[in-house]
Protein backbone atom coordinates (compact mmCIF):
# COMPACT_ATOMS: atom_id res chain seq x y z
CA UNK A 1 0.00 0.00 0.00
CA UNK A 2 1.13 3.48 -1.13
CA UNK A 3 -0.42 6.51 0.41
CA UNK A 4 0.13 9.80 -1.22
CA UNK A 5 1.52 11.64 2.25
CA UNK A 6 1.62 9.78 4.96
CA UNK A 7 -1.07 8.84 7.21
CA UNK A 8 -2.42 11.17 10.27
CA UNK A 9 -0.44 9.20 13.67
CA UNK A 10 -3.50 7.10 15.97
CA UNK A 11 -5.16 9.28 18.75
CA UNK A 12 -4.37 7.12 21.59
CA UNK A 13 -5.37 7.90 25.35
CA UNK A 14 -3.28 6.38 28.13
CA UNK A 15 -4.82 3.55 30.62
CA UNK A 16 -3.95 3.50 34.03
CA UNK A 17 -2.18 0.62 34.90
CA UNK A 18 -1.44 -0.61 31.65
CA UNK A 19 1.79 0.01 28.94
CA UNK A 20 -1.10 -0.37 26.29
CA UNK A 21 -2.73 2.68 24.82
CA UNK A 22 -7.13 2.90 23.73
CA UNK A 23 -6.82 4.33 20.34
CA UNK A 24 -9.50 6.86 19.50
CA UNK A 25 -12.25 5.88 16.79
CA UNK A 26 -14.82 8.40 16.91
CA UNK A 27 -15.98 10.85 19.60
CA UNK A 28 -19.75 11.27 20.45
CA UNK A 29 -21.24 13.39 22.71
CA UNK A 30 -24.73 13.32 24.79
CA UNK A 31 -26.40 17.13 24.78
CA UNK A 32 -28.90 18.25 27.79
CA UNK A 33 -28.41 15.29 29.89
CA UNK A 34 -28.86 16.62 33.45
CA UNK A 35 -32.02 18.76 33.57
CA UNK A 36 -30.28 21.90 35.98
CA UNK A 37 -27.86 22.24 32.81
CA UNK A 38 -30.49 22.11 30.57
CA UNK A 39 -32.86 24.59 32.49
CA UNK A 40 -29.43 27.19 32.34
CA UNK A 41 -29.25 26.72 29.00
CA UNK A 42 -32.97 27.60 28.47
CA UNK A 43 -34.12 24.48 27.71
CA UNK A 44 -37.10 22.54 28.72
CA UNK A 45 -35.52 18.99 31.00
CA UNK A 46 -37.90 17.11 29.88
CA UNK A 47 -36.82 17.19 25.82
CA UNK A 48 -34.80 14.17 25.06
CA UNK A 49 -30.94 14.45 25.03
CA UNK A 50 -29.23 14.59 21.76
CA UNK A 51 -26.29 13.72 20.19
CA UNK A 52 -23.61 15.17 18.74
CA UNK A 53 -20.01 14.68 17.33
CA UNK A 54 -16.38 16.09 17.34
CA UNK A 55 -13.62 14.55 15.46
CA UNK A 56 -11.22 12.47 16.72
CA UNK A 57 -8.00 14.72 16.71
CA UNK A 58 -10.10 17.05 18.59
CA UNK A 59 -9.17 14.63 21.81
CA UNK A 60 -6.46 16.84 23.71
CA UNK A 61 -5.23 13.96 25.73
CA UNK A 62 -3.67 14.04 29.04
CA UNK A 63 -0.43 11.89 29.80
CA UNK A 64 -0.35 10.39 33.52
CA UNK A 65 0.46 12.28 36.11
CA UNK A 66 0.94 15.54 33.72
CA UNK A 67 -1.35 18.81 32.43
CA UNK A 68 -2.42 19.66 29.20
CA UNK A 69 -2.03 22.09 27.41
CA UNK A 70 -5.57 24.06 25.94
CA UNK A 71 -5.04 26.67 23.40
CA UNK A 72 -7.26 29.13 23.59
CA UNK A 73 -9.29 28.81 20.06
CA UNK A 74 -10.07 31.37 16.96
CA UNK A 75 -13.20 33.13 16.56
CA UNK A 76 -14.84 32.61 20.27
CA UNK A 77 -14.95 35.23 23.31
CA UNK A 78 -16.73 33.21 25.32
CA UNK A 79 -14.89 29.36 25.69
CA UNK A 80 -16.59 27.26 28.23
CA UNK A 81 -15.81 24.42 30.25
CA UNK A 82 -18.33 21.08 30.39
CA UNK A 83 -17.24 18.64 32.62
CA UNK A 84 -18.43 15.22 31.40
CA UNK A 85 -17.70 11.49 32.39
CA UNK A 86 -16.49 9.60 29.44
CA UNK A 87 -17.63 5.87 28.21
CA UNK A 88 -14.87 4.20 26.22
CA UNK A 89 -15.91 1.25 24.44
CA UNK A 90 -13.72 -1.84 23.09
CA UNK A 91 -16.60 -3.44 21.39
CA UNK A 92 -18.74 -1.89 18.95
CA UNK A 93 -22.41 -2.80 17.26
CA UNK A 94 -25.50 -1.79 16.06
CA UNK A 95 -28.38 -1.74 18.24
CA UNK A 96 -27.05 -2.98 21.41
CA UNK A 97 -30.16 -3.99 23.84
CA UNK A 98 -29.92 -2.00 27.32
CA UNK A 99 -29.15 -4.75 29.48
CA UNK A 100 -25.80 -6.00 27.28
CA UNK A 101 -24.85 -2.45 27.10
CA UNK A 102 -21.91 -2.30 30.05
CA UNK A 103 -20.38 -5.69 28.18
CA UNK A 104 -19.24 -3.03 25.07
CA UNK A 105 -17.55 -0.70 28.33
CA UNK A 106 -13.65 -0.67 28.52
CA UNK A 107 -13.19 1.62 30.53
CA UNK A 108 -14.06 5.31 31.73
CA UNK A 109 -12.42 8.77 31.67
CA UNK A 110 -12.84 12.78 32.61
CA UNK A 111 -13.96 14.49 29.48
CA UNK A 112 -14.02 18.25 29.09
CA UNK A 113 -16.56 18.76 25.81
CA UNK A 114 -14.86 22.13 25.45
CA UNK A 115 -17.68 24.68 23.43
CA UNK A 116 -17.36 28.25 21.27
CA UNK A 117 -20.37 29.19 23.24
CA UNK A 118 -21.62 32.55 21.34
CA UNK A 119 -20.64 30.68 18.33
CA UNK A 120 -23.07 27.61 19.57
CA UNK A 121 -25.73 30.53 20.00
CA UNK A 122 -25.14 32.11 16.70
CA UNK A 123 -25.57 29.02 14.73
CA UNK A 124 -28.47 27.54 17.67
CA UNK A 125 -30.21 30.99 16.73
CA UNK A 126 -29.99 30.47 12.20
CA UNK A 127 -30.53 26.43 12.78
CA UNK A 128 -27.47 25.53 11.54
CA UNK A 129 -24.66 22.80 12.45
CA UNK A 130 -23.03 23.03 15.74
CA UNK A 131 -19.91 22.32 14.70
CA UNK A 132 -18.02 25.36 14.87
CA UNK A 133 -19.14 25.82 18.35
CA UNK A 134 -18.05 22.18 19.49
CA UNK A 135 -15.89 20.28 16.59
CA UNK A 136 -12.83 22.58 16.72
CA UNK A 137 -9.12 21.68 17.49
CA UNK A 138 -8.64 20.43 21.18
CA UNK A 139 -12.14 20.86 22.26
CA UNK A 140 -12.40 17.55 24.02
CA UNK A 141 -9.65 17.37 26.32
CA UNK A 142 -9.60 13.45 28.43
CA UNK A 143 -7.63 12.09 31.43
CA UNK A 144 -6.04 8.46 31.28
CA UNK A 145 -9.20 5.79 30.87
CA UNK A 146 -9.48 3.54 34.21
CA UNK A 147 -10.44 0.09 32.95
CA UNK A 148 -14.21 -0.35 33.89
CA UNK A 149 -13.54 -3.35 36.25
CA UNK A 150 -10.89 -1.24 38.15
CA UNK A 151 -13.47 1.75 38.33
CA UNK A 152 -16.27 -0.35 39.78
CA UNK A 153 -19.51 1.18 40.66
CA UNK A 154 -19.47 4.66 39.25
CA UNK A 155 -23.13 5.05 38.48
CA UNK A 156 -23.16 7.34 42.03
CA UNK A 157 -20.18 9.33 41.84
CA UNK A 158 -19.81 12.94 42.68
CA UNK A 159 -18.71 14.88 38.97
CA UNK A 160 -16.56 18.38 39.82
CA UNK A 161 -14.78 21.01 38.15
CA UNK A 162 -12.85 23.74 39.61
CA UNK A 163 -11.19 26.75 38.41
CA UNK A 164 -8.05 28.04 39.41
CA UNK A 165 -9.20 26.14 42.92
CA UNK A 166 -12.82 27.67 42.96
CA UNK A 167 -15.71 25.29 42.56
CA UNK A 168 -17.46 25.79 39.43
CA UNK A 169 -19.71 23.09 38.40
CA UNK A 170 -20.88 20.30 40.85
CA UNK A 171 -23.13 16.87 40.21
CA UNK A 172 -23.99 13.47 40.35
CA UNK A 173 -23.73 10.86 38.19
CA UNK A 174 -26.56 9.67 39.17
CA UNK A 175 -28.36 12.55 37.74
CA UNK A 176 -28.13 11.83 34.38
CA UNK A 177 -31.40 11.70 32.35
CA UNK A 178 -30.03 8.94 29.69
CA UNK A 179 -27.35 6.37 31.61
CA UNK A 180 -24.87 5.04 30.38
CA UNK A 181 -26.55 1.98 29.14
CA UNK A 182 -29.41 4.32 27.70
CA UNK A 183 -26.68 5.84 25.84
CA UNK A 184 -24.86 3.19 24.50
CA UNK A 185 -28.38 1.69 23.51
CA UNK A 186 -29.72 4.80 21.61
CA UNK A 187 -26.22 5.94 19.82
CA UNK A 188 -26.40 2.24 18.74
CA UNK A 189 -29.25 2.35 16.92
CA UNK A 190 -28.18 5.53 15.14
CA UNK A 191 -24.58 4.68 13.72
CA UNK A 192 -22.53 1.41 14.04
CA UNK A 193 -20.19 1.69 16.95
CA UNK A 194 -16.76 0.44 17.36
CA UNK A 195 -14.18 -0.26 19.59
CA UNK A 196 -12.24 2.66 19.97
CA UNK A 197 -15.46 5.06 20.27
CA UNK A 198 -15.32 8.34 23.49
CA UNK A 199 -18.85 8.77 24.17
CA UNK A 200 -19.02 12.30 26.17
CA UNK A 201 -22.16 11.77 28.88
CA UNK A 202 -23.11 15.25 29.33
CA UNK A 203 -22.71 17.99 31.66
CA UNK A 204 -24.25 19.41 35.17
CA UNK A 205 -25.14 23.05 35.70
CA UNK A 206 -22.34 25.88 36.27
CA UNK A 207 -20.72 25.77 32.56
CA UNK A 208 -19.16 29.35 32.56
CA UNK A 209 -15.91 30.83 30.39
CA UNK A 210 -12.51 30.54 30.75
CA UNK A 211 -9.20 32.38 30.24
CA UNK A 212 -5.99 32.10 28.92
CA UNK A 213 -3.66 31.04 32.43
CA UNK A 214 -6.72 29.43 34.10
CA UNK A 215 -5.90 25.92 35.78
CA UNK A 216 -9.04 23.60 35.30
CA UNK A 217 -9.21 20.73 37.52
CA UNK A 218 -12.12 17.78 36.42
CA UNK A 219 -13.04 15.16 38.94
CA UNK A 220 -15.03 12.32 38.31
CA UNK A 221 -14.86 9.93 41.34
CA UNK A 222 -12.41 7.01 41.19
CA UNK A 223 -11.17 7.80 38.42
CA UNK A 224 -8.10 9.61 37.36
CA UNK A 225 -8.49 13.60 37.55
CA UNK A 226 -8.19 15.77 34.30
CA UNK A 227 -5.81 18.68 34.48
CA UNK A 228 -6.05 20.96 32.22
CA UNK A 229 -4.41 24.96 31.54
CA UNK A 230 -5.24 27.13 29.02
CA UNK A 231 -2.71 28.87 27.29
MN1 LIG B 1 -21.58 18.68 26.73
Request: charged content about 15%.
Amino acid sequence: MTYTFAPPPVVSVPVIGSGARFPVHRIYCVGRNYAEHAREMGQSASDPPMFFLKPADAALVMEAGRTAELAYPGLTHDLHHEVELVVALGEGGRNIAQQEALRHVFGYAVGLDMTRRDLQGQMKKRGGPWDIGKAFDHAAPIGPITPAAQAGEITGAEITLHVNGELRQHGWLSQMICSVPEIIAQLSAAWQLAPGDLIYTGTPAGVAAVQPGDALEARVGGLETLHVRVV
